[in-house]
């Protein structure tokens, strides 16, 4: 257990919904990122927090935002969903300084039907 | 020209064989190196991490990291099938952004 925790592990919905995946990090990590893998390709960075503020952006689509709340939680939110947007979505946490291993967790596997 | 580039495979050994899988890069900003192995449809689960050239040792897993030719491995010796599953390598630059290669396929056969 890499003490990052992922919901909803699974998700269906229809094109053109709305949906939300959310992230708690691991205790005392103050940096989330997440990433995106579709079938049979590699982890595409979507975009970094720190301490609630965004540090980096990946190929995150205009669609997609994503935020990091006071108590570090963070949610990415899909929107207008398409097709090509099924994927497996992993969060991943980092204490940010010092070593700064990058721990993820379960994912949430999307399907837009 | 990717930042990462790793091999990817699909690698199929015999149990018990020495498996030897790479990366290169071409960042130098790269300083710390991660290896990843995810079992299907599982989150990536943190392997090795280093950040200096050299060797580290860590049970039937060994690291290498070449720094002058931004090569990096990982040997896994006496192979299990259990080991079936795609291996990732990562690194960080200072800037803490994360580089992912696209993950090797490796499969052993018992």
């Known amino acids: 257990d890499s003490g990052v925790t992922q919901t909803p592990k699974h998700l269906i919905t229809a094109t053109g919904q709305r949906v939300t995946l959310r992230c708690s990090p691991r205790?005392?990590?103050?940096?989330v990122y997440w990433y995106q893998q579709s079938l049979d390709q590699g982890l595409q960075f979507l975009i970094q927090?720190?301490?609630?503020?965004e540090r980096a952006k990946g190929n995150i689509l205009e669609r997609f935002s994503a935020q990091q709340f006071p108590d570090l939680h963070s949610e990415l939110n899909l929107s207008s969903l398409e097709l090509g947007d099924s994927a497996l979505y992993f969060c991943?946490?980092?204490?940010?300084w010092g070593t700064g291993e990058l721990f993820f967790g379960e994912g949430s596997r999307l399907t837009v039907l | 020209q990717k930042e990462v580039e790793q091999d990817p495979g699909p690698l199929s050994v015999p149990e018990g064989a020495i498996v030897s899988l790479n990366c290169t890069y071409s960042?130098?900003?790269?300083?710390?190196f991660m290896w990843y192995r995810q079992y299907s449809r599982k989150g990536p689960e943190l392997l090795m991490y280093?950040?200096?050239?050299g060797n580290k040792e860590d049970g039937r897993f060994t690291a290498q990291v070449d720094k002058s030719s931004k090569y990096i491995s990982l040997f896994i010796r006496d192979s299990q099938p259990s080991d079936s599953a795609t291996y990732l390598c990562?690194?960080?630059?200072?800037?803490?952004?994360?580089?992912f290669g696209t993950g090797t396929s490796l499969t052993v056969i018992p």
């Open positions: 927090y720190y301490n609630g503020e």
């Open positions: 991943a946490s980092s204490v940010y």
């Open positions: 280093t950040y200096s050239s």
């Open positions: 960042n130098s900003a790269f300083q710390y």
């Open positions: 990562a690194m960080r630059n200072t800037g803490n952004q994360f580089y």
């Open positions: 205790s005392g990590d103050l940096s």
